[in-house]
């Protein structure tokens, strides 16, 4: 969708993407859609897009704990995981 709606700014993902992916360094790219300011709910859907059924929303707060558990956690080393609640 994004690639239709704004063309410009999926190509400077891509780019970012690119950049990241082909740095050399371990690397986890953590993807999603729609952050909003409620509470940690805890529960996170984690998958790919394209492949996995990933809803839409997600909370700043599992954002930000998700991250955060990948520093120690090679679960997704080299991987673009998306999240939501």
């Given at each position: 969708m994004g690639r239709?709606?704004?063309?410009?700014?999926?190509?400077?993902l891509?780019?970012?993407?690119n950049?990241i992916?082909n740095?050399g360094?371990?690397?986890?790219i953590?993807?999603?859609?729609?952050p909003?300011?409620?509470p940690k709910?805890?529960?996170?859907?984690?998958g790919?897009?394209?492949?996995d059924r990933i809803g839409?929303?997600?909370?700043?707060a599992d954002?930000?704990?998700?991250?955060a558990?990948?520093l120690d956690?090679d679960?997704?080393?080299?991987?673009?995981p998306?999240?939501s609640?």
């Amino acid at each position: 969708m994004g690639r239709t709606i704004l063309p410009r700014a999926y190509k400077e993902l891509l780019g970012m993407t690119n950049l990241i992916m082909n740095s050399g360094v371990n690397w986890t790219i953590v993807r999603f859609t729609a952050p909003k300011g409620t509470p940690k709910k805890g529960n996170l859907r984690v998958g790919f897009f394209g492949t996995d059924r990933i809803g839409f929303t997600v909370s700043r707060a599992d954002i930000a704990a998700f991250t955060a558990a990948r520093l120690d956690d090679d679960t997704y080393l080299n991987a673009a995981p998306a999240i939501s609640n």
